[in-house]
């Protein structure tokens, strides 16, 4: 139940965040202002599966081991999961703090050919699509946790 529950969070969390991403540049009237927005909510996306994907690994060897559960794909997924926000949170946001403040100014003021904001630019794009990449992979561990947690008859026999 543990699991399901983190699992499910997690990925309304990245829905959440994905709707904010497409409807941030249309609502806040600056750029500058929308990077820094996109920029704390990931961070507090990535906090959260920080914490919730070792949360969710434990519950997987202790939860549905016990029920005979082939669990290895999950596991995997888990891992894989926890790796991307890694290094989203440890590699790629830090950077991307460094960056803003090295250009030092508001981002509609800058030259967008320059290097540092061509740099930002491709970090803020492999952000988004560690975040997308994650959010699939917790959407196929949430069907996976639902379709096994529940008896298979086939012909009358429970499997």
């Known amino acids: 139940m543990v699991h399901v529950l983190l699992l499910g969070l997690w990925m309304g969390g990245v829905a959440f965040f994905g709707v904010l991403c497409s409807t941030a540049p249309e609502v806040v009237a600056s750029a500058h ?10 961070a507090r996306m990535d906090g959260f ?19 005979r ?9 888990v891992v894989f999961v ?4 890694g290094i ?17 100014r508001r981002l509609e003021d800058v030259d ?3 290097a540092l904001m061509m740099e930002l630019t491709q970090l803020e794009h492999i952000s988004l699509g560690l975040l997308i990449a994650h959010g699939l992979v917790a959407a196929m561990l ?4 639902v379709g096994s947690g529940r008896t298979r008859r ?3 026999i429970e499997l």
């Open 33 to 42: 202002t929308t990077s820094q927005l996109q920029s704390e909510i990931l």
């Open 49 to 67: 599966g920080l914490i919730a994907g070792p949360i969710l690994l434990l519950s997987l060897v202790l939860g549905w081991s016990p029920i």
């Open 69 to 77: 559960t082939q669990i290895r794909y999950r596991a995997a997924g």
């Open 82 to 85: 926890t790796v991307l926000v």
């Open 88 to 104: 989203s949170s440890r590699w790629i946001a830090p950077r991307k703090e460094e960056l803003m403040a090295a250009i030092g």
């Open 112 to 114: 967008h050919s320059t």
């Open 142 to 145: 949430v069907i996976s946790a």
């Open 154 to 156: 086939r012909y009358g």
